[in-house]
């Protein structure tokens, strides 16, 4: 072999060799790799059926070496859509949650969950931001090892991980929490947790808290991992203050509506129970002198406390929520139309069939509080002393009709207080694609007519 003309390139102490077959192992113009044998057992020279044999070999071999390539790349490419979808579920599964509820404890359990599942730990915590912007205190824990994290519920900003992920904004991690001086969290580090994923939760420029997820696991967390948590802190940031704007604004209206009942029943109610009581003393004081006008008197207070009492039966009529259950429609507002009755002492009469079996239920749900709120205005706001309920279908449409003897009112001048319960009726018929039409005159009363379709419409919003 040495003596060849083309043999070159062996290294010193090459042990020395007879014979020599070199074949490529090529597929198309690619260049796989080689295969080469030396030593033909028994001596000779290599021939062309051995050349054959290998060039035979080489292309199998090179079929066998695309083969595996294209499995490893399928394995990758697997393995990045398992990934992939692994990813997309986590946050589906926060866009879900973040847009489902605005209730803040729901938000922060499932938010944190979710995160957890992801991140394969077995602890994770949320801080939120005190109303002294100085403080954090841990709202929620999952996971194991409960104990040892709530010896440390409370950091101060710019102390501990917590405390430094919200003076900085950005996420921190910690490997090796025995060792790190700045986890101050001795009992989390006893029950054996190795290293943790702090992130700032953001809504724009605000904080709002910190979510941390704790491992007892030694393999660091990927960066694409920690690229996500680092996203949905964002998205959980936003969620965490429109729960909380939506909480004072459910707060204020509460106080909104307590002040109204108390001006309405200072300004109404009491007024007249009070008017009530001078006239009792008024009669009081004539009955020695005037015995017929003592009585007279006396008649007309009863008659206004016999008007505060329908008053009051009238607040609680309208106060008192009331929902749609196995019933049916028909049964619902017979319901309704006898609380009326006991309420108000108002006389009302009912025309229906026995039945309406086919109206879908979202139907029947929307002529039932159209109902609902037609009464209550009539008790609370018409002083009717009579009211027509009529319900009715034809071919395509069922419809509801409440008419009442009340003292009406100018669509154009009607109160606030009114107005926001017409307006929920309207809402109520557009939303499963039917009508009302509203009609009153000034002393004369209210009618209210509204129709649904009697199949179920799909629109949009």
Not at 131 to 147: F, I, N
Not at 174 to 194: E, I, K, M, P
Not at 287 to 304: M, W, Y
């Amino acid at each position: 072999i040495k003596e060849h003309p083309r043999s070159a390139g062996f290294p010193a102490h090459h042990p020395q060799m007879e014979s020599f077959l070199g074949v490529p192992i090529r597929a198309g113009d690619e260049q796989l790799g080689q295969i080469y044998l030396t030593e033909k057992v028994g001596g000779g020279e290599f021939d062309e059926d051995d050349e054959m044999i290998i060039q035979m070999l080489a292309a199998y071999a090179a079929t066998a070496i695309q083969n595996a390539k294209l499995y490893e790349q399928m394995k990758e490419r697997d393995l990045a859509l398992t990934r992939r979808n692994v990813d997309m579920g986590l946050l589906n599964g926060i866009a879900s949650t973040l847009t489902s509820s605005l209730e803040l404890d729901e938000i922060l359990n499932k938010t944190l969950g979710l995160v957890m599942n992801y991140m394969k730990v077995e602890a994770g915590e949320i801080f939120l931001l005190e109303e002294d912007k100085t403080t954090l205190r841990m709202v929620l824990h999952r996971g194991q090892a409960a104990e040892a994290f709530w010896t440390r519920n409370i950091f101060r900003v710019g102390e501990g991980y917590p405390g430094i992920v919200a003076q900085t904004r950005k996420p921190m991690i910690g490997l090796h929490l025995s060792n790190d001086t700045n986890f101050l969290r001795d009992a989390v580090v006893q029950a054996g947790f190795q290293q943790t994923a702090c992130i700032p939760l953001l809504s724009g420029e605000r904080l709002m808290g910190v979510m941390s997820v704790i491992t007892r696991a030694l393999e660091p967390f990927d960066e694409r991992s920690v690229q996500l948590f680092t996203a949905v802190g964002t998205w959980a940031g936003l969620a965490i203050e429109n729960a909380r704007l939506h909480s004072n604004a459910r707060r204020l209206a509460v106080l909104e509506e307590r002040d109204r009942i108390g001006m309405d029943l200072h300004d109404g109610i009491i007024q007249s129970i009070y008017g009530v009581g001078l006239a009792l003393e008024g009669a009081q004081l004539m009955l020695a002198e005037d015995p017929e006008a003592a009585k007279a008197r006396i008649h007309h207070a009863i008659d206004g406390l016999n008007q505060s009492i329908r008053d009051i039966r009238a607040y609680i009529l309208d106060l008192r929520p009331r929902q749609l259950g196995n019933e049916g429609l028909i049964n619902g507002l017979k319901r309704l139309i006898a609380e009326y009755r006991a309420h108000t002492f108002s006389e009302v009469n009912f025309t229906g069939p026995d039945e309406l079996k086919d109206l879908p239920h979202t139907q029947s749900l929307a002529l039932f509080h159209i109902c609902q709120e037609a009464l209550a205005n009539a008790a609370k706001h018409a002083k009717a002393k009579k009211v027509e309920v009529a319900i009715w279908t034809t071919g395509e449409r069922a419809l509801l009709e409440v008419r009442d003897d009340g003292k009406g009112f100018d669509p154009d001048k009607m109160q606030t207080s009114i107005g926001h319960g017409l307006a929920n009726m309207s809402t109520r018929a557009h939303a499963v694609g039917g009508d009302i039409d509203i009609s009153s005159i000034q002393g004369e009363g209210t009618t209210i007519l509204v129709w649904v379709p009697r199949t179920v419409q799909h629109h949009n919003s």
